[in-house]
């Protein structure tokens, strides 16, 4: 999406850092031209804050650019916004309408005082989270409650008060909930059909590095990935039909931190009508840093038992198998987690 904004001020700089880190490419008025080093900060300091509040990475960072004369230029973009040291937020063109911004104003919330489907839908379209007037008071008592903090760690304080929020869908979390659910974004496969996923900031814990229950997350990315490779798909879930995982033993390897490239194997080690025997790799730079053996179950969901699964679909699982025979299993396979019971002898 291409956006054109006129005026500058700090809430300008905010939402023009947040618009290129969602992706969107902009053109600048001339009143920007002594902005830019205040717009590269703000994305500079934003990536990380605005990056957890989604389950989902960032796309491509749109690119921005300045330009003294911008009338003719408008027509060419879908959007346009001008900002003002008069205005409380900013204002859509054509209008104009007015436009409640949150402060800060690189939240993706906003009210629209005087809605109309086609103002709704372009700021959708440009990562706007549409919010009622109410929603955007709960938003001014978040911002306060961190106002007091440094600004080095203000927006990060922020936005992890918003993502506890998001993942318990409640508030301003449930406009970032559902956004992700909206959001259909398969994982990348490799040529050699390796999964690869991206580390993204919301999966980072305390200390510093991917949390427990993330491995966990990837590792069901590549088999999901595997199964829909043999033709179990999500249209074949909707038939009522799906395998449900009901033993698993996961080994942390190794750490993973933010930004990290993941690659992802599944070796299928067996397979019969109703049990899918699985093991997952997830490697960083050609070093495992996690495993994952598995047990899956297919079921008939309407039944709420396990059933056979077609034999059409049984065949591609049986190839996968017999191309993995050839590997030679490691003799941890089938173990259980280590006793601290002293070793006999």
């Known amino acids: ?46 990536a990380q804050p605005f990056a957890r509040l989604s389950d989902h990475p ?12 911008v009338k003719h230029a408008a027509e060419g973009f879908d959007l346009h916004l001008q900002f003002g040291a008069e205005r409380p937020g900013a204002q859509l063109q054509p209008g104009p309408l007015p436009l409640q ?21 372009l700021l959708s379209a440009a990562g706007f989270l549409l919010c009622t007037a109410r929603e955007m008071q709960s938003a001014d008592a978040l911002c306060a409650a961190v106002a007091d903090i440094p600004e080095g760690g203000r927006d990060l304080a922020l936005s992890a008060l918003l993502r506890s929020l998001r993942d318990q869908g409640i508030g301003l979390g449930a406009r970032l909930l559902a956004r992700d659910r909206a959001r259909v974004c398969l994982p990348d496969e490799t040529p050699e059909g390796l999964v690869s996923l991206r580390v993204l900031p919301s999966w980072i814990d305390y200390n510093g590095h991917m949390t427990e229950s993330r491995y966990l997350a990837a590792c069901s990315e590549v ?11 999500l249209d074949y879930v909707a038939g009522g039909y799906s395998y449900y995982t009901v033993e698993t033993h996961l080994r942390h390897l190794r750490e993973s931190k933010s930004g990290q490239e993941i690659l992802g194997e599944t070796r299928v080690l067996g397979v019969d009508a109703r049990r899918l025997h699985l093991l997952t790799i997830l490697s960083v730079e050609g070093e495992a840093v996690a495993t994952l053996e598995q047990m899956l179950l297919h ?14 679909l049984l065949r591609a699982l049986r190839a996968m ?4 025979s050839g590997v030679a299993r490691p003799d941890w396979l ?7 019971a002293p070793r006999p002898g």
């Open 223 to 233: 088999t999901d990935a595997v199964l829909r490779r043999a033709g179990f798909d």
């Open 101 to 121: 911004l949150c402060s800060p104003a690189w939240l993706p919330f906003c009210h629209l005082t005087q809605p109309t489907p086609e103002a709704e839908a």
């Open 299 to 312: 079921v008939d969901m309407a039944a709420g038992r396990a059933c056979a699964a077609p034999e059409s």
């Open 334 to 340: 089938g173990r259980g987690v280590r006793s601290l």
């Open 1 to 46: 999406m291409q956006i054109l904004i006129e005026g500058c001020d700090d809430r300008a700089v905010e939402v023009a850092a947040r618009l290129c880190l969602e992706g969107h490419d902009l053109l600048l008025s001339g009143a920007w031209a002594d902005r830019r080093a205040g717009i590269d900060a703000a994305l500079h300091r934003l």
């Open 58 to 69: 960032l796309p491509i960072q749109g690119q921005y650019q300045v330009a003294a004369d």
């Open 321 to 324: 198998a017999a191309a993995a």
